[in-house]
């Protein structure tokens, strides 16, 4: 045996032993279920493991199938989301179960290309249901499987990596061998104090074998993010506050929210507040990044005695905030300004 088929064997024997049970995971032996296998590796871009283990668990109760998911009401969709992040991803499971319903008689496409024709499914998330769900041979990458290949060859840069990732995945197998390494990566392979003499590929391991296994993956350098200010306005009539809801398109969009002016590069002023009120502005502020700016928002609060409701939105019990789906940024906000 060569020494490339040999890392698939040893890890796979590894991964028959100490795989890790997981709520989308199919028994040894067992079919694994595409939708659960497509919905989990969408909930878990950016996300880990202990966070989209309840939410995996609720969703599923909730939405079983890819019938249902195509079924669903968006704006439940997204309210189920909140706090996942990235929503678009959200509402492109919705789109893309539509089109698997109506074009693929309610059965994702097993086979790469098909997969990635779908609403919201890159190179990386079709490689991996096709793998693990189907069981055809496809190269997944993610952030764990780029940690450990990059230390088993001290490779630097992605296509090196991928070109080693894709010479040592096998014919047979490749979904085990795909989520092998990943648990290999959460587990053993870390970021930082790897466990390298629990290692089933210490052996081969070339960064190990200098030292290096710390420098690898090579990150290049990151660019500081734009900084941005805003204003959220927590209007509260009796025990409710008023609630809104994003802009269809843009960042967080569809989403029930706070009403918030716009978020630009000066600090705001109150000019941008939903209604003529007694605006007062909280001595304190809430901090949120995205992938591509760090966002500063200001709050101001203020009460609302008429019976109309100022623009567009809903009046929320305050004691129930906590149900009405609200991205995190806003959430933060409600906790800050309830003084939670």
């Not at 466990?195 to 990151?222: D, I, N």
Request: include cysteine; proline fraction near 7%.
């Amino acid at each position: 045996m060569d020494a490339k088929h040999s890392i698939a064997a040893d890890l796979l024997n590894w991964y028959d032993a100490h795989r890790r049970d997981l709520p989308w995971r199919a028994p040894p032996g067992a079919q694994a279920d595409p939708y659960r296998v497509w919905l989990s590796e969408v909930m878990l871009q950016q996300t880990t493991v202990a966070t989209v283990t309840p939410r995996f668990t609720a969703w599923v109760a909730r939405w079983p199938d890819i019938a249902s998911l195509a079924a669903a009401d968006e704006a439940e969709v997204m309210a189920a989301w909140a706090g996942l992040g990235y929503y678009a991803r959200a509402r492109n499971l919705v789109k893309a179960a539509k089109v698997v319903a109506a074009e693929h008689g309610g059965r994702l496409p097993d086979n790469e290309a098909a997969l990635r024709a779908l609403p919201g499914l890159g190179d990386y998330t079709a490689a991996a249901v096709a793998a693990i769900a189907f069981g055809r041979r496809a190269v997944v990458i993610d952030g764990n499987v780029e940690r450990v290949v990059a230390r088993l060859f001290a490779a630097a840069g992605k296509p090196a990596v991928r070109a080693a990732a894709e010479a040592i995945t096998p014919d047979r197998r490749a979904g085990d061998f795909a989520q092998a390494m990943m648990d290999l990566g959460a587990t053993i392979c870390t970021p930082r104090s790897p466990r390298c003499m629990l290692c089933p590929l210490a052996a081969a391991c070339v960064a190990r074998a200098t030292g290096a296994q710390e420098s690898f993956p090579v990150k290049p350098a990151k660019k500081p993010r734009p900084q941005r200010f805003g204003t959220i306005f927590w209007l509260q009539r009796g025990d409710d506050v008023l609630l809104v809801r994003r802009p269809a398109r843009g960042l967080l969009g569809g989403m029930r929210a706070l009403p918030t002016g716009p978020w630009g590069e000066t600090r705001p002023a109150l000019a941008d507040a939903p209604a003529d009120a007694d605006w007062r502005l909280r001595n304190a502020t809430v901090t949120h990044v995205f992938t591509h700016f760090a966002l500063e928002l200001a709050l101001a609060v203020a009460r609302w005695d008429a019976q109309t409701i100022p623009v567009a939105g809903e009046w929320w019990p305050v004691r129930e905030i906590d149900s009405a789906g609200l991205p995190t940024v806003f959430a933060k906000a409600a906790a800050a300004i309830r003084g939670e």
